[in-house]
């Protein structure tokens, strides 16, 4: 498993030189066209991918299908990103697949063809072992976009879904919604439904066009779908439209604010799917789907008080800082931080989103050994600047986690900025964990 990562991880994550997508798809065919024997259901956006693939996932296990899901980026080990019925696939067949495809990878190099690019390693993992499984279905989540994006070469889901669109990655999608909706409407394909956020006005018209120039059943999903009906300790109780104008009421297993349109967008999607005879699940398939379902380091309370979140990108700051702003108008404590970034990332805003509206105790900053994390003195004067507060920086991850810890007292306590660092976190926890265990 260790010699995987290791060839894994240093395939360069940006190749100077990518595969078009006709080599995706050549490459594809040299495994025998696997996709086109899978009923997939296609994911993009900006934020909210994984949650409603977890979602997804959940509600057509208790169906009693079975479900392959690929997801990105991973928290601790690239085995996360393949998951059968919501759990890691085999290392067993997990070492096939990566077999499987170093043979392929061989193969195309011998014949002056450029290498799989990271991502695309990966994909061609996804397939592999979705063919060997057959699951009823797999869902299937885009990388950094959508248009131009690895997976988009597959020919015909089942059903396509757009979550929300906000600013991330503008060096690759585009400076404006309009722009980065287009690239993420990309994996429309004709006559295929789409389920979208319509939450976003100039990106829900974006892709509208897109749909209908495609001739594809659209079904938008507003705020209005669904309604608040009280908050618990786990999370809030909500009233759901479906497809059909009738209605379901879940518990959404978080306190994010932005999950209940997660949750909304999941359920219309599973409400599509049995529309159009692809699919029955019942209102108990739906309930006991959602209140079952987990997703590691998005709004996950690991101790109490303190929850990891994997908000990377202005949009997902922003629905964190609202989280923690209401989360502070019931409670009344204080917030403490724990901070880190990625240097391709617009950090100076997510930092002035995250501090509006909240009472902020204490920063702690992580330094990470990773050659694209952002200049930790560079996070503590933005946060500076914004608050009046101690703002302390620590040489690693563990005791930037024990500063965190010690100094948050009985308050609300969030670390969040980079998916990296809660995966690292969550490293730390489970090492703390088996330590526990002897």
Not at 27 to 41: A, N, Q, T, V, Y
Not at 324 to 342: C, H, I, N, P, Y
Not at 356 to 378: C, K, L, P, Q
Request: hydrophobic share 40%; with cysteine; net charge negative.
């Amino acid at each position: 498993m260790n010699t995987i990562e290791e060839y894994l991880n240093n395939i360069p994550m940006w190749a100077a030189q990518k595969n078009s997508l006709t080599d995706i798809r050549r490459c594809l065919e040299m495994l025998g066209d696997p996709d086109d024997s899978m009923r997939i259901i296609h994911v993009a956006g900006t934020n909210g991918k994984g949650s409603v693939c977890a979602y997804l996932t959940a509600m057509l296990c208790e169906a009693g299908f079975s479900v392959g899901t690929f997801i990105s980026p991973h928290l601790e080990t690239t085995r996360e990103r393949f998951l059968f019925d919501g759990e890691m696939v085999d290392e067993k067949l997990y070492e096939e697949a990566f077999d499987r495809v170093k043979a392929l990878s061989d193969r195309i190099a011998a014949e002056g063809l450029n290498p799989p690019t990271y991502f695309e390693f990966l994909f061609y993992m996804c397939m592999v072992i979705n063919e060997r499984l057959k699951p009823d279905f797999l869902i299937l989540e885009t990388g950094l976009g959508g248009r131009l994006d690895v997976t988009n070469v597959i020919r015909r889901p089942v059903l396509t879904i757009l979550t929300s669109i906000s600013m991330d990655h503008m060096q690759y999608l585009g400076n404006t919604l309009a722009e980065i909706a287009f690239e993420k409407a990309g994996i429309l394909k004709p006559g295929v439904p789409v389920v979208y956020d319509a939450s976003c006005r100039e990106g829900a018209a974006v892709i509208e066009r897109r749909a209908n120039s495609l001739g594809c059943p659209v079904y938008a999903v507003n705020r209005d779908d669904y309604t608040l009906l009280e908050r618990g300790a786990d999370g809030p109780e909500i009233a759901i439209r479906t497809v059909d104008g009738g209605q379901v009421v879940v518990s959404v297993p978080s306190q994010a604010e932005y999950q209940m349109m997660n949750v909304t967008v999941a359920v219309r999607a599973v409400g599509v799917l049995r529309r159009r005879g692809i699919a029955w699940l019942s209102p108990d398939d739906v309930i006991r789907g959602i209140r079952h379902s987990y997703w590691p380091g998005r709004m996950e309370e690991v101790l109490p008080g303190v929850w990891l979140d994997g908000a990377h990108n202005e949009g997902g700051i922003e629905a964190l800082s609202g989280t923690a702003a209401r989360m502070q108008r019931e409670t009344g404590k204080d917030v403490s931080l724990m901070f880190g970034a990625m240097s391709d990332k617009a950090h100076a805003a997510m930092i002035r989103r995250l501090c509006e509206g909240i009472r902020v105790r204490r920063v702690t900053i992580a330094r990470m050994d990773n050659a694209r994390y952002a200049d930790v003195s560079e996070l503590a004067e933005e946060f500076r600047g914004q608050l009046n507060c101690p703002v302390v920086i620590c040489d690693t991850v563990a005791e930037a986690w024990e500063d965190f810890l010690k100094h948050r007292g009985d308050g609300l306590a969030f670390c969040a900025g980079s998916l990296y660092l809660v995966g690292a976190v969550k490293s730390l926890l489970n090492e703390e964990n088996e330590h526990d265990q002897f």
